[in-house]
């Protein structure tokens, strides 16, 4: 089956720290894959994406590789700012469906 | 662009009465989704529709009934509410295959 895990919070970081959440997938045939970023009192807002393997997808500073070798999405970024505080999801979509990991919320600290 | 849309932002309801989310995009989606949102849980998908007149469940669809006359809404129906429901929705379309969801900022409910 189709299925997203990613690592576990809360994650605290200090302001310019640098960023690694993991995401890890398991899917039939070729995902496309996503990271999904809420803020308090939102909706989820599309952060980047990658439609295959190898592709990189980057916004905001935000970076993460599709790495079909390892099944692997992991999102990344050099320098947190306070204003990345968030819950992040990690997602994949196959034919009609989308599958999100249970989020990892950030918290940066001046 | 206003893109998805929901209505209302909260609402309380008592155990067994009914109401109804609205959900409304414009952006000429194809495919709308509704989801419940629980801590510790992630995104549950409850129920989907692929076009006008189209409709199927996701993984929790008990309690809930949904409707898709128009391309444009999506209504999610609470046929009697319980403490259960007690969650944060969120109502998502997106274009074709593969193309990311677009979601809406979400009804915050409460059944007591």
């Known amino acids: 089956g189709n299925s997203v895990t990613q690592m576990e919070g809360p994650v605290t970081l200090s302001e310019e720290a640098f960023l690694t959440i993991n995401c890890t997938y398991t899917?039939?045939?070729?995902?496309?894959l996503f990271w999904y970023v809420q803020y308090p009192g939102e909706g989820l807002q599309l952060l980047l994406k990658a439609t295959k393997a190898d592709d990189k997808g980057s916004n905001k500073g935000f970076e993460a590789t599709y790495r079909k070798e390892t099944t692997s999405f992991h999102l990344e970024k050099g320098s947190v700012q306070v204003s990345d505080s968030a819950v992040y999801f990690c997602?994949?979509?196959?034919?009609?469906?989308?599958?999100f990991g249970t989020g990892t919320s950030l918290t940066v600290i001046p | 662009n206003a893109g998805v849309t929901q209505t209302p932002k909260f609402q309380v309801l008592k155990t067994g009465q009914s109401m109804t989310l609205q959900c409304a995009q414009d952006m000429n989606h194809e495919y709308m989704s509704w989801y419940r949102q629980d801590p510790g849980m992630g995104l549950r998908l409850i129920h989907y529709s692929v076009g006008a007149g189209i409709t199927d469940q996701g993984e929790v669809p008990n309690g809930y009934n949904v409707s898709r006359s128009t391309t444009e809404d999506f209504p999610l129906r609470l046929l009697s509410a319980a403490p259960s429901q007690t969650s944060v929705y969120f109502c998502?379309?997106?274009?074709?295959?593969?193309?990311?969801?677009?979601f809406g900022n979400g009804t915050r409910l409460t059944v007591t």
């Open positions: 997602a994949l979509s196959r034919l009609d469906q989308f599958y």
């Open positions: 899917a039939t045939g070729y995902p496309s």
């Open positions: 998502a379309s997106r274009s074709g295959l593969g193309s990311p969801l677009h």
